[in-house]
């Protein structure tokens, strides 16, 4: 796979970073990219898609914490692996600068120029493991100072209540020492869901399945062997047998479709007691990804009725209920719903003394958009929108709207019910004791009601 260009741009358009390795690409290629990603209007779309072409070259990009990171080429390269290849610069630099803004980038010019280079020579990928990279990159991060930082939703999520989870791992380097010369000894697992549920017009539902992928983050000296124990019921594969499968699938355990380890994950005990054991490379990575979809109780459900209500008006009503424990909380939850193309307004009523709910129709793209900053498990809602229409409409309304579409992060919950049961690691002395962080978290990937 060969690139032309690499480069990240900040939301105003500004070049932070450019590199051209093989110089076929016109030298204006960075703002052709940010005009067209700006102003792309075709097919109505609100939003530019990851690839697309311009005068015969290939731009290829994804967003990252507001940042673009873009690459260029003339020749015919496979999307998924340069869009991968973006993300795994993205997640380079981040273990390094500890923090990925505008700021750390302009202060560690010459850090990021010098990965930029170990990673990619004359537009071909040499490396993107931060383990590599630590014996061939000599500079040193200047760390930007917590105050400075802006809030970032991945440390956010993990605040569940009173009980506070370290924000650490997402904005400390892996390369450099804390304040002081000492480096704290910790160690971030996360259990990262996201979940495709579809449900029919009367609720039921039709589809459900959920990706997952246990990230880990260590800050651990020395390197020293984990031993990483998961569910003692835990079934790989829906057929009677698989190559990981010790007792019958039909139990009541968890049970995943497949799932891939990372290369420094050992399965020498998996077979029997369920246990990884690795010595975790610097930076952060996956120790296994995995798919499921054996039926779950999806976290919301959501029931939608659209009526007419005279000859230019309709009414829509939505409900939601969160089917989770009530110990449990949902932040940044947004419910969208496809209006007729001929929906002139929209007027909204919340049930009474609603809080922290926010209502929105777009005109120009039709779209019924209802958010929240939060909701408390076995909590339950209802939106009714009164629609006014410009011209009469024919046919049956439940075909021209919908279907309801919802995105939601819910932290220190999972569906699959897959655990980290304990996480041991190699002791150096008697006195080691290191900080272990597991967390869990679930995001909707496609969450889709039907009318």
């Not at 493991?129 to 014996?135: A, G, I, R, Y």
């Not at 569906?415 to 002791?427: F, G, T, W």
């Not at 002395?429 to 039907?450: D, E, G, H, L, M």
Request: overall charge neutral.
């Amino acid at each position: 796979m060969m690139i032309s260009q690499f480069f990240v741009l900040s939301q105003r358009g500004d070049n932070i970073v450019f590199r051209d390795y093989r110089a076929e690409v016109p030298k204006g290629s960075t703002e052709t990219f940010f005009r067209k990603v700006k102003f792309w209007k075709e097919d109505g779309n609100a939003e530019a898609p990851p690839i697309f072409n311009v005068d015969g070259v290939n731009y290829f990009h994804v967003k990252v914490v507001g940042l673009y990171f873009v690459a260029t080429t003339r020749v015919n390269v496979s999307p998924s692996l340069v869009l991968e290849l973006l993300q795994r610069i993205a997640r380079v630099i981040k273990d390094y600068l500890g923090v990925l803004n505008e700021d750390s980038f302009r202060k560690n010019f010459v850090l990021v120029y010098e990965l930029l280079d170990e990673v990619i020579d004359f537009g071909y990928v040499q490396t993107t493991s931060t383990e590599v990279l630590k014996s061939y990159v000599f500079n040193e991060p200047i760390l930007i100072a917590p105050a400075r930082l802006q809030p970032i939703d991945p440390a956010a999520i993990f605040t569940q209540g009173s009980k506070r989870m370290p924000g650490t791992a997402v904005t400390k380097s892996v390369v450099a020492n804390d304040p002081g010369g000492r480096r704290r000894e910790e160690i971030f697992v996360d259990i990262i869901e996201k979940i495709s549920v579809t449900f029919s017009s009367s609720g039921y539902i039709l589809t459900s399945e959920i990706d997952g992928t246990i990230q880990m983050k260590s800050y651990l000296s020395g390197n020293p062997e984990i031993r990483l124990a998961l569910n003692e019921d835990l079934n790989i594969g829906r057929g009677e047998r698989s190559v990981y499968d010790y007792r019958s699938s039909s139990g009541s355990g968890v049970i995943l479709d497949d799932c891939n380890f990372h290369e420094s994950v050992r399965l020498d005990s998996f077979d029997s007691d369920r246990t990884l054991s690795l010595v975790p490379p610097d930076g952060e990575f996956p120790v296994m990804n995995y798919r499921m979809t054996q039926e779950f109780k999806p976290p919301f459900h959501v029931n939608t009725l659209i009526e007419e209500a005279g000859r230019l008006k309709a009414e829509v009503i939505i409900k939601i209920r969160a089917e989770f424990p009530s110990d449990i909380t949902a932040n940044t939850i947004t419910i969208q719903m496809p209006l007729p193309n001929y929906t002139s307004r929209a007027s909204f009523e919340l049930e009474l003394g609603a809080t922290g709910q926010k209502t929105d129709f777009k005109e120009t793209s039709k779209m019924l958009e209802w958010s929240f900053k939060k909701i408390v498990g076995g909590a339950e809602h209802t939106l009714r929108a009164k629609l006014t229409f410009s011209q009469e409409f024919h046919g049956n309304i439940t075909k021209e709207a919908g279907p309801v579409s919802m995105t939601f992060t819910i932290p220190m919950y999972n569906v699959s019910k897959l655990q980290v049961k304990y996480l041991q690691i190699a002791k150096n002395s008697s006195s080691y004791n290191p900080y272990r962080w597991v967390r869990y978290v679930t995001q909707a990937n496609s969450y889709v009601a039907r009318i």
